[in-house]
């Protein structure tokens, strides 16, 4: 499901991912586990770090539909490719990440 140009996932602003979320997206948040303490995460997300994600991808792909996030939306755009090469199809990156689902008034829960 290509987003625009040669991307193979869809870059989402906060509407829409909060759409996906309650089609029941599964959510992953590629962050460092020190990062939550400080931004937060955002509920029902599954933190898998970037280089964790890479080292093994297919270990933590489950369902058909995924939208990543990261601090900013760049760690997220990665972990995007990365699952398109193995295969996934149906694949979101929610730009501006966990930053502008904060500034946007969004919910978050610290761990």
């Not at 759409?19 to 995460?41: S, T, W």
Request: with cysteine; charged share 25%; glycine share 10%.
């Amino acid at each position: 499901m290509p987003g625009g140009g040669s991307e193979p996932f869809v870059r989402v602003d906060v509407a829409r991912a909060k759409q996906l979320m309650a089609e029941g997206v599964h959510i992953i948040d590629v962050r460092e586990a020190r990062e939550i303490a400080q931004d937060g995460k955002i509920a029902g997300s599954r933190l898998v770090p970037l280089n964790t994600f890479l080292a093994n991808p297919t270990t933590h792909l489950d369902g058909d539909s995924i939208l990543f996030y990261c601090k900013a939306g760049v760690r997220s755009a990665i972990a995007c490719e990365m699952a398109a090469a193995v295969g996934m199809k149906t694949l979101y990156n929610l730009e501006g990440g966990v930053d502008v689902w904060r500034k946007s008034g969004n919910h978050v829960e610290y761990a």
